[in-house]
């Protein structure tokens, strides 16, 4: 018998080489780009998807980016933009011109329209809407209405809603006829004469049950719905805790307006990991594509904030010079005390931050985590206190260093982390994103407790 | 006309308020609890879902959660252990017991009985296997064949798969008659004779076509499939890359095994993203619901890996013990620098980090990027050293001193971009996850640099 070739000794494991985009094609548009072969490039292009082709864009450097966009010309398809970072994006667009970026989204289905649109810069949002026609435009304005990462700007507008006196034969016939259905749904929404969501039956129900099934009878009435104006990140949160494919979205009245499906949640999830972890580490989330010169800009706001709280910290030190001067050794040791209450500090922020985004830390548990953090701090105080009381002990041959360091260790290690938690539920509280403020604030506030505990023990102790 | 009421002025926004577990409804479970009354208990938790009594366990302090276990008795629903993190997982089925814990596993599909055993401590693995009828052990044994996190842990068993010359009407019909088949299924695959999948077609696309239609002439037949050894990580990706609902899992001779649907990937982002946050912070993923003493162990060593560090850089202070005797000042002055260079090295290695993690950075573009991170580095090194070398002139009335402030400064925020590139990708290539190792080396490398050139510089010049 003949079986078809294995692709090779092992079976792939890697997805970059299920997919459209490997290096070799990478570098193969490259070369075609350098021979200026306009033909063969295209084709090496014409199997990418969107979102394949969007990541070509952002690892060419600006040079090939701009060859390989003149190359396709009108052909460009608007779906790349989306998928952009904000600065390659604006890149992109600029080359491309309002004009043909207009005509371009005339030809997308309105929600991806909207969805383009969304992602562009308020000027060229402009610039392009009066490029419309009126009643694609009045569409994209009513969209762009909703508030920013609003479960009304998330949705599709097409999706199939019928009344639940239908048969499943009805539903067939319509479904059969209808010519202005999403690409891809999953399910069928039940509404009730006021336009309503009153429940929903999945297209696996409705292809199991014979036709002169009544849709109310196989229909699941308990339903969740998400009003137009919630927060993209409530809206994801409803879909992994309820397991859902598709959720309908209402208006203030309760009437069905359009449908978030999974993809669209998918996307969202990844969108707001990345924030996190962006802004935990200080930097702006499309940082890796924007020129030298902008992320110079925008990293440099939070090293200057860094360099005022590090500056506070060095005037506590500077308290202690008179110390210090006759104690140098205290100089060698201090940034151990720091360096360990910032680490720990940050251990117990992250834990804090994390399970304040997914909603597991809240006012009902939050006295219980403090109290457990308090106990952590305590046990990994006495540890480290004893290490290094011992370790600088050892090397300064002076007990009382060893008992300085040892006490400052431990006051800061529980400090820390109470601060750790402390800090981004009080943000939180006070309506600032815990992820964004809560690092600087944190290791700022671990350096004057450690430094000001150590040299201060010092100061009592040794001198 | 009556309207149905609308539940309050304004909508409700938060997902929480939609959702079953309201901080009310906790307050009441407890109530309830301490009044011991078994029945209003069992009413109140009715209502939740496998997810939201997970995380009505996990909000409970213990003793509230072992009256609530010992008070559902045999209704507990086996599908929430799977959605509880490790630790107090481990405390629930310790408080099951393996006799009963087997019993209710009987009781789900094979997926989800696999993915339950699975998500246990591999002793109770064991424990549970060897109370399970001989074929429902086979197939879980089969699953947990596969490597940790791979696709055949993740896929569903029951799928549709159909051959090419079958109609529309013959695959409706099927589909109606099958009694094994899952849940929830969003598209059907078509398979050749040697079970291969060969395309598939949604359920939208089948409801919507006329009887007659033959399945090969609405089939899509360029279908992604992924081994089953795959990586569920790399899977996500595929999905994310692709928009896909489902996609088959084949075997090594690319036979048609499993399939996984993207409620299941949702988790597997989720998952991953938290994982790579919680390892840039230094503790493990199920922190928040570990007891105090296993939360105090297992964050020390990562302390302690850090407190080794520290000392290393201490030493490197040690180093210039006559210079900082004779200018004390320099003492209270070079926290500052440090401080910068452990933030701006942080910020390049969140980037890195991150953008290794979505294949975004790669050795298509790592040089691009390094070159970047260069250029960014000297930007915010000219900024800063003249800022703090201003700063420290004005403090210290040494133009030395603020030279040496202004060089280290320099110098430091530019190998602090460098490193925070260079060592990711680095540790990704030596086959180290960069997420949970870079941090630590970075600081450590910026640390030794900004000491080092700073107390040199202050040595040379100065003395």
């Given at each position: 018998?003949?079986e078809?070739?294995?692709k090779?000794?092992?079976?792939?494991?890697?997805?970059?080489e299920l997919?459209?985009?490997?290096?070799e094609l990478?570098?193969?548009?490259?070369?075609s780009?350098?021979e200026?072969?306009?033909?063969?490039?295209r084709m090496?292009?014409?199997?990418?998807r969107?979102s394949?082709?969007a990541?070509l864009l952002?690892?060419l450097?600006?040079?090939?980016?701009r060859?390989?966009i003149?190359?396709?010309?009108?052909?460009?398809?608007?779906?790349v933009l989306?998928?952009?970072?904000g600065?390659?994006?604006?890149?992109?667009?600029?080359?491309?011109?309002?004009l043909?970026?207009a005509?371009?989204?005339?030809?997308l289905?309105?929600?991806?329209?909207l969805e383009l649109?969304?992602?562009?810069?308020k000027?060229?949002?402009?610039e392009?809407?009066?490029?419309?026609p009126s009643?694609?435009?009045?569409?994209?304005?009513?969209?762009?209405?909703f508030?920013k990462?609003s479960?009304?700007?998330?949705?599709?507008?097409e999706?199939?809603?019928?009344?639940s006196f239908?048969?499943?034969e009805?539903?067939?016939?319509?479904?059969?006829?209808?010519?202005n259905?999403?690409?891809?749904?999953y399910?069928?929404f039940?509404?009730?004469?006021h336009?309503?969501?009153i429940?929903k039956v999945?297209?696996?129900?409705?292809?199991?049950n014979e036709?002169?099934t009544?849709?109310?009878?196989i229909m699941?009435?308990?339903?969740?719905?998400?009003?137009?104006?919630?927060d993209?990140?409530e809206?994801a949160f409803?879909?992994?805790?309820?397991?859902?494919?598709?959720v309908?979205v209402v208006?203030?009245?309760l009437r069905?307006?359009?449908?978030?499906?999974?993809?669209?949640?998918?996307?969202?999830?990844?969108?707001?990991a990345?924030e996190?972890?962006?802004?935990l580490?200080?930097?702006k989330?499309?940082d890796?594509y924007?020129?030298?010169?902008?992320?110079?800009?925008?990293r440099?706001?939070w090293?200057?904030?860094n360099?005022?709280?590090?500056?506070?910290?060095s005037i506590v030190i500077?308290?202690?010079?008179?110390?210090?001067?006759q104690?140098?050794?205290?100089?060698?040791?201090?940034p151990?005390?720091a360096?360990m209450?910032?680490?720990a500090?940050?251990?117990?922020?992250t834990?804090a931050?994390?399970?304040?985004?997914t909603?597991e830390?809240?006012?009902?548990?939050?006295?219980?985590?403090?109290?457990?953090?308090f106990?952590?701090?305590?046990?990994?105080g006495?540890l480290?206190a004893?290490l290094?009381g011992?370790?600088a002990?050892?090397?300064t041959?002076s007990?009382?260093?060893?008992g300085v360091?040892?006490g400052?260790m431990?006051?800061?290690?529980?400090m820390a982390a109470?601060?750790g938690?402390?800090i981004p539920l009080?943000?939180?509280?006070?309506?600032i994103d815990?992820?964004?403020a809560s690092g600087?604030v944190l290791?700022?506030?671990?350096d004057i407790?450690?430094?000001?505990?150590?040299?201060?023990?010092?100061?009592?102790l040794l001198?």
């Amino acid at each position: 018998m003949l079986e078809p070739k294995v692709k090779s000794e092992g079976l792939s494991v890697r997805a970059d080489e299920l997919l459209g985009l490997s290096p070799e094609l990478i570098n193969s548009v490259r070369d075609s780009l350098l021979e200026k072969n306009q033909t063969r490039t295209r084709m090496i292009v014409a199997s990418l998807r969107a979102s394949e082709f969007a990541d070509l864009l952002q690892l060419l450097s600006p040079n090939f980016r701009r060859r390989l966009i003149e190359c396709i010309g009108s052909d460009f398809d608007p779906q790349v933009l989306a998928e952009l970072e904000g600065d390659i994006q604006e890149e992109i667009s600029e080359l491309l011109g309002p004009l043909s970026l207009a005509n371009m989204i005339i030809r997308l289905d309105i929600d991806d329209a909207l969805e383009l649109i969304i992602t562009l810069r308020k000027d060229r949002q402009w610039e392009i809407l009066k490029q419309l026609p009126s009643e694609l435009r009045n569409l994209v304005e009513e969209g762009l209405a909703f508030p920013k990462d609003s479960a009304g700007r998330l949705m599709g507008r097409e999706f199939v809603a019928v009344p639940s006196f239908w048969t499943v034969e009805d539903t067939i016939k319509f479904l059969r006829a209808a010519d202005n259905l999403p690409n891809e749904f999953y399910e069928v929404f039940i509404v009730n004469p006021h336009h309503r969501p009153i429940g929903k039956v999945s297209l696996s129900n409705i292809l199991r049950n014979e036709k002169p099934t009544k849709i109310s009878s196989i229909m699941l009435s308990e339903i969740v719905t998400v009003p137009a104006i919630m927060d993209q990140e409530e809206v994801a949160f409803v879909f992994s805790q309820k397991d859902l494919v598709s959720v309908p979205v209402v208006d203030q009245s309760l009437r069905l307006i359009g449908v978030i499906t999974v993809d669209d949640v998918l996307d969202v999830i990844q969108e707001e990991a990345e924030e996190d972890i962006m802004r935990l580490g200080g930097v702006k989330s499309d940082d890796l594509y924007s020129a030298a010169l902008q992320t110079g800009r925008s990293r440099f706001s939070w090293l200057f904030l860094n360099l005022i709280t590090a500056i506070v910290v060095s005037i506590v030190i500077g308290i202690f010079e008179a110390t210090l001067e006759q104690i140098v050794m205290l100089a060698v040791l201090m940034p151990i005390v720091a360096s360990m209450g910032g680490n720990a500090g940050t251990q117990t922020m992250t834990v804090a931050v994390r399970a304040l985004a997914t909603k597991e830390l809240s006012d009902t548990n939050a006295m219980r985590v403090m109290g457990k953090e308090f106990l952590v701090g305590i046990y990994n105080g006495i540890l480290f206190a004893s290490l290094v009381g011992g370790v600088a002990w050892f090397w300064t041959n002076s007990l009382k260093i060893g008992g300085v360091m040892a006490g400052a260790m431990m006051i800061t290690l529980i400090m820390a982390a109470l601060s750790g938690m402390i800090i981004p539920l009080f943000l939180q509280r006070a309506g600032i994103d815990p992820a964004i403020a809560s690092g600087v604030v944190l290791t700022t506030i671990t350096d004057i407790i450690a430094f000001g505990v150590f040299l201060g023990f010092a100061t009592l102790l040794l001198l």
